[in-house]
């Protein structure tokens, strides 16, 4: 049974919420990371370089983070065009239809759990822990 157009007004909205949370999100980083290149300040330079280094290591765990909220950002994109040309809601894998209980959750979701599941195990999706027949 295809999505009827209140269920997709309500998934829509949903990504919008998602999307402006992750604007927000990266806004934050941003200025947590003291903007573009030319508007970072020389900062009082930290002596300590144990306290430079944990500074770089907390850095870089912002970027990973704000990569992260970018590239969802794109997902939940990328369901706005699929809602546009009707593909929303099918799997891309298997071409079934996403169970809605699924898109409620994750309204970018692409595939279906199963498909998804296969999909991580073949494409190294962050840390990966193999499972143990
Ligand atoms: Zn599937």
């Excluded at 909205?13 to 927000?24: F, P, T």
């Excluded at 290149?37 to 765990?61: A, F, K, M, T, Y």
Aim: include cysteine; proline fraction near 5%; hydrophobic fraction near 35%.
């Amino acid at each position: 049974m295809p999505l009827d157009a209140a269920t997709l007004d309500r998934l829509r909205a949903k990504l919008d919420a998602r999307e402006a949370e992750l604007r927000e999100e990266v806004r934050t980083v941003r200025d947590d990371l003291g903007g573009d290149v030319e508007s970072r300040e020389p900062r009082n330079q930290v002596e300590d370089s144990g306290e430079r280094g944990e500074e770089l290591i907390r850095e870089s765990v912002r970027h990973a983070e704000m990569e992260a909220d970018l590239d969802e950002a794109v997902e939940i994109a990328a369901a706005r065009e699929r809602m546009q040309d009707g593909s929303y809601g099918e799997c891309e894998l298997c071409g079934c239809e996403i169970p809605l209980a699924r898109l409620e959750v994750q309204p970018a979701a692409r595939r279906c759990a199963p498909c998804q599941e296969k999909w991580e195990r073949t494409h190294a999706v962050g840390v990966h822990i193999p499972r143990v027949p």
